[in-house]
């Protein structure tokens, strides 16, 4: 199964003029503090840390909370999360002390008094880019591939950086406490990173160079989710930071979170049969149609433009293509419906109708398969909307050459170009990705050459 996450941020779009020093400002969009800190199951004070952070949450629900857990280098306690990738993120963050947390990379280490106040100062700083995200996760192979698209609000300069960071809730295992803060031996551990994807300093985005208000940089990451992490307890977080050494005084400019298995699915777009197609009774046709993260789609035919509609396939996976053996329900009224199985709202249908043709053979449209004179008949339907069939006929066998061609006379397509044995023929081609307007088709057959026009509206 695959899931798409597309996110966007709370966005409050300000216009204003200043006469003095105007400033090149897009958008004033909310940002999502984040909060660094490190802590530990063998830790007696965390749980207090932990207790800090529902109370930050209860007030600013959109804090971010990054866990590195660590080892007890002193005494030789261990911790099951203390290794991952990028996990020399403690070190270079000068971490020291559990619990301890480094604010929206404001200054160093803070020990858990000074999280609330240091929180409170940061909450209404504006965000100086937006984060977007279109992305696939899938379920059976465990891959995960996102693009993030990362776009000024303002006119930067500096070198900004992305981390993209995989964390995991709900963690259940013993946690050290003592009188004042409370741990279990069940105890729920939350905001756990397991890994940092693009490694502990992520990736660079600008290389220092002028990153301009409204530009937008995408970088796309794949990576494969351990087994061993349950996906529905599992988040993503993208934040962007201002690169400075120390790190911790490396500004975040702001940072997003998603749900791995819950992001929304891209809607369903029909590219083929859209309108205007014909399509044969016995032939085959690939259904096609654009989507992401939707796991499984129904397939419906119509044949009354709408009216009734009739199962092609219930529910099938979706790869995006469907090979399609017309059924013998001659209409020019047919249109194609798919829809999420699991968001049937999320649904599409041809643009316009489309025809299934029943079979006819040569003989039964020209009253014989063979032809004593060479012939070339006008397309039918002329004007046709993306499908059209073109007949023609030849006394002998001949080289055949019969080719498309623009209003200025450019080839555009050639669509048959092989000796033929003598009788009549058919050719039926779509010209879905051609624009609206005149064209030519050009038959020679031996030292015979015809042309003629044809007119495709959409």
């Given at each position: 199964?695959k899931h798409?996450?597309?996110?966007h941020s709370?966005l409050?779009?300000?216009l204003?003029t200043?006469?003095?020093?105007p400033?090149?400002?897009?958008?004033?969009?909310?940002?999502?503090?984040?909060?660094?800190?490190?802590?530990?199951?063998?830790?007696?004070?965390?749980p207090?840390?932990?207790v800090?952070i529902?109370?930050?949450?209860?007030?600013m629900?959109?804090?971010?909370f990054?866990g590195?857990h660590?080892?007890?280098?002193?005494?030789g306690?261990?911790?099951?999360w203390?290794?991952f990738?990028?996990?020399?993120?403690?070190?270079?963050?000068?971490?020291?002390l559990?619990?301890?947390?480094?604010?929206?990379?404001?200054?160093p280490?803070?020990?858990r008094?000074?999280?609330?106040?240091?929180m409170?100062?940061?909450y209404?700083?504006?965000?100086?880019?937006?984060?977007?995200?279109?992305?696939?996760?899938?379920?059976?192979?465990?891959e995960?591939?996102?693009?993030?698209?990362?776009?000024?609000l303002?006119n930067?300069?500096g070198?900004?950086?992305?981390?993209?960071?995989?964390?995991?809730?709900?963690?259940?295992?013993?946690?050290a406490?003592?009188?004042?803060c409370?741990?279990?031996?069940?105890?729920?551990h939350?905001?756990?990173?397991?890994?940092?994807?693009?490694?502990?300093?992520?990736?660079d985005?600008?290389?220092?160079?002028?990153?301009n208000?409204g530009?937008?940089?995408?970088?796309?990451?794949?990576?494969?989710?351990p087994?061993?992490?349950?996906?529905e307890?599992?988040k993503?977080?993208?934040?962007?930071?201002?690169?400075?050494?120390?790190?911790?005084?490396?500004?975040?400019?702001?940072?997003e979170?998603?749900?791995?298995?819950?992001f929304?699915?891209?809607?369903?777009?029909?590219?083929?049969?859209?309108?205007?197609?014909?399509?044969?009774?016995?032939?085959?046709?690939?259904?096609?149609?654009s989507?992401?993260?939707v796991?499984?789609v129904?397939?419906?035919l119509?044949?009354?433009?709408?009216?009734?509609w009739?199962?092609?396939e219930d529910?099938?996976?979706?790869?995006?293509?469907?090979?399609?053996?017309?059924p013998n329900?001659?209409?020019?009224?047919?249109?194609?419906?798919?829809?999420?199985i699991?968001?049937?709202?999320?649904?599409?249908?041809?643009?316009?109708?489309?025809t299934?043709?029943?079979?006819?053979?040569i003989?039964?449209?020209f009253?014989?398969s063979?032809?004593?004179?060479?012939?070339?008949?006008?397309?039918?339907?002329?004007?046709?909307?993306?499908?059209?069939?073109?007949?023609?006929?030849?006394?002998?066998?001949?080289?055949v050459?019969?080719?498309?061609?623009?209003?200025?006379?450019?080839?555009?397509?050639?669509l048959?170009?092989?000796?033929?044995?003598?009788?009549?023929?058919?050719?039926?081609?779509?010209?879905?990705?051609?624009?609206?307007?005149?064209?030519?088709y050009?038959?020679q057959a031996?030292?015979?050459?015809?042309?003629?026009?044809?007119v495709?509206?959409?």
């Amino acid at each position: 199964m695959k899931h798409n996450f597309i996110t966007h941020s709370v966005l409050i779009i300000t216009l204003f003029t200043l006469l003095s020093n105007p400033i090149n400002i897009i958008a004033q969009e909310q940002r999502n503090p984040l909060m660094e800190y490190m802590t530990a199951t063998w830790c007696p004070w965390c749980p207090c840390g932990d207790v800090i952070i529902q109370q930050i949450l209860s007030n600013m629900p959109n804090v971010i909370f990054l866990g590195y857990h660590v080892h007890d280098y002193v005494n030789g306690r261990i911790d099951p999360w203390e290794e991952f990738p990028g996990d020399t993120i403690r070190s270079l963050l000068s971490f020291w002390l559990s619990p301890s947390g480094v604010i929206d990379r404001t200054g160093p280490p803070l020990e858990r008094d000074a999280w609330i106040d240091s929180m409170n100062s940061r909450y209404n700083v504006p965000a100086t880019v937006s984060i977007t995200t279109n992305s696939t996760f899938n379920e059976l192979t465990k891959e995960l591939i996102i693009n993030i698209h990362s776009t000024a609000l303002q006119n930067l300069s500096g070198n900004y950086r992305m981390n993209l960071v995989i964390l995991e809730d709900s963690l259940v295992y013993p946690q050290a406490g003592n009188g004042s803060c409370t741990g279990g031996a069940e105890y729920v551990h939350l905001n756990v990173v397991r890994a940092m994807i693009n490694e502990a300093e992520g990736e660079d985005l600008n290389g220092g160079n002028p990153w301009n208000s409204g530009e937008t940089i995408t970088k796309s990451n794949q990576y494969l989710v351990p087994p061993e992490f349950i996906a529905e307890n599992c988040k993503i977080v993208v934040f962007i930071y201002n690169a400075q050494s120390p790190l911790y005084n490396a500004e975040i400019q702001q940072a997003e979170k998603f749900s791995l298995l819950s992001f929304p699915s891209s809607p369903i777009k029909i590219t083929s049969p859209n309108g205007g197609n014909i399509l044969v009774v016995g032939d085959s046709h690939n259904i096609t149609w654009s989507s992401m993260n939707v796991q499984k789609v129904g397939i419906y035919l119509s044949t009354d433009n709408g009216i009734s509609w009739s199962s092609i396939e219930d529910s099938i996976m979706n790869n995006g293509i469907y090979e399609w053996s017309i059924p013998n329900n001659p209409s020019t009224e047919c249109l194609i419906k798919i829809f999420n199985i699991n968001e049937p709202f999320n649904s599409d249908q041809s643009d316009s109708v489309f025809t299934i043709d029943k079979f006819t053979e040569i003989n039964e449209l020209f009253g014989s398969s063979s032809t004593s004179k060479y012939e070339l008949f006008q397309n039918f339907p002329n004007p046709f909307n993306s499908s059209t069939v073109i007949y023609y006929g030849i006394p002998n066998e001949s080289f055949v050459t019969l080719s498309m061609y623009n209003l200025i006379g450019e080839k555009i397509a050639e669509l048959v170009n092989e000796y033929k044995d003598a009788g009549y023929y058919k050719v039926r081609f779509d010209l879905v990705n051609y624009n609206s307007g005149v064209y030519f088709y050009r038959l020679q057959a031996g030292s015979f050459v015809e042309t003629k026009k044809m007119v495709l509206l959409k």
